[in-house]
């Protein structure tokens, strides 16, 4: 299969700039439901807060590269973007599962 249609896995971490993470994570909730929840591709997400309260990460689930790039390439992603970089660190990955690990069968 091709890599731009092969299932891609973003795990995003952003290091933040200011104490307190509401902000990044409001602004990171609201452009995941209002953009890209809806677009082609989209299968799931989950946000996360480090313990010491300093990084935020997302991890997102794709169908394909091509698809997540083309809701990247969206004006009202990069928008969203810079108002976040205004918060944060920008740590960027896209990785695809090489293997999954699950506890056995009790």
Not at 37 to 65: I, K, N, Q
């Given at each position: ?5 092969r ?56 169908r ?34 090489v ?8």
């Amino acid at each position: 299969m091709p890599k731009q249609q092969r299932r891609v896995i973003l795990i995003n971490t952003f290091r933040l700039k200011a104490e307190d993470p509401a902000e990044l994570i409001a602004l990171l909730t609201k452009v995941t439901e209002e953009s890209v929840a809806t677009a082609p591709g989209f299968e799931g997400a989950t946000l996360h807060l480090s313990l010491d309260g300093e990084r935020v990460v997302m991890y997102a689930r794709w169908r394909s590269l091509a698809e997540y790039q083309a809701m990247r390439a969206g004006s009202s992603s990069m928008s969203a973007l810079r108002e976040i970089m205004e918060t944060a660190i920008f740590e960027p990955g896209v990785f695809e599962v090489v293997r999954e690990f699950r506890p056995p069968d009790v």
